[in-house]
């Protein structure tokens, strides 16, 4: 099944189809925490102040890659004297890993958030892991990229 005559793709295409699909993860990524942000919302209305979920997930595109981070909210000051104002705190994942700590997430978790916290991360993990490879495959295409445009630029020379 060896097609000789086939087309290889350019790096530039290799390099559009990766970041089409990180465009797709990152959709997937924001589809999960808009699930868990909606749960929360829905669930803290018939909530006392005590038992609402302070857990927040949110994903974020920057350059060549995507992060999905957990963050603990916190509500200070008064509504009735406008001072109210959420203060965020990212919880940290752990170096080398593509997945929260899920003692970590579930001691700050309600109890009856706690099924949907392990759900959406456990969907998380493999798009976090999936982004890792693609993030290293666009860093080494661009280095061919630039290496190519270098080598362009002092045949011209």
Same mark, same amino acid.
């Given at each position: 099944m060896n097609n000789l005559n086939r087309k290889s793709p350019s790096v530039e295409e290799a390099l559009d189809s990766l970041r089409f699909r990180l465009g797709d993860l990152m959709r997937m990524a924001e589809s999960l925490c808009d699930q868990h942000f909606e749960f929360v919302m829905a669930e803290n209305k =018939?909530?006392? *102040?005590?038992? %609402?979920?302070?857990?927040?997930?949110k994903p974020r595109a920057r350059d060549n890659t995507l992060t999905i981070t957990w963050f603990e909210i916190r509500w200070y000051g008064a509504n009735a004297a406008k001072t109210r =104002?959420?203060? /965020?705190? @990212?919880?940290? /994942?752990? /170096?080398? /890993?593509?997945?929260?700590?899920?003692?970590t997430l579930l001691k700050r978790a309600q109890y *009856? #958030? @706690?099924?949907? @916290?392990? =759900?959406?991360? #456990?969907?998380?993990?493999?798009? =976090?892991?999936? @982004?890792s490879f693609i993030a290293?495959?666009?860093?080494?295409?661009?280095?061919? #990229?630039?290496?190519?445009? !270098?080598? %362009?630029? !002092?045949?011209?020379?």
């Open positions: =018939r909530r006392t *102040w005590a038992e %609402r979920s302070i857990l927040y997930a =104002r959420m203060d /965020k705190k @990212v919880i940290i /994942k752990p /170096k080398n /890993k593509h997945g929260y700590n899920m003692d *009856w #958030e @706690v099924d949907m @916290v392990t =759900r959406i991360e #456990e969907e998380l993990i493999p798009i =976090r892991k999936e @982004v290293k495959a666009i860093g080494q295409l661009n280095y061919i #990229e630039n290496t190519h445009q !270098a080598a %362009r630029w !002092a045949d011209q020379g």
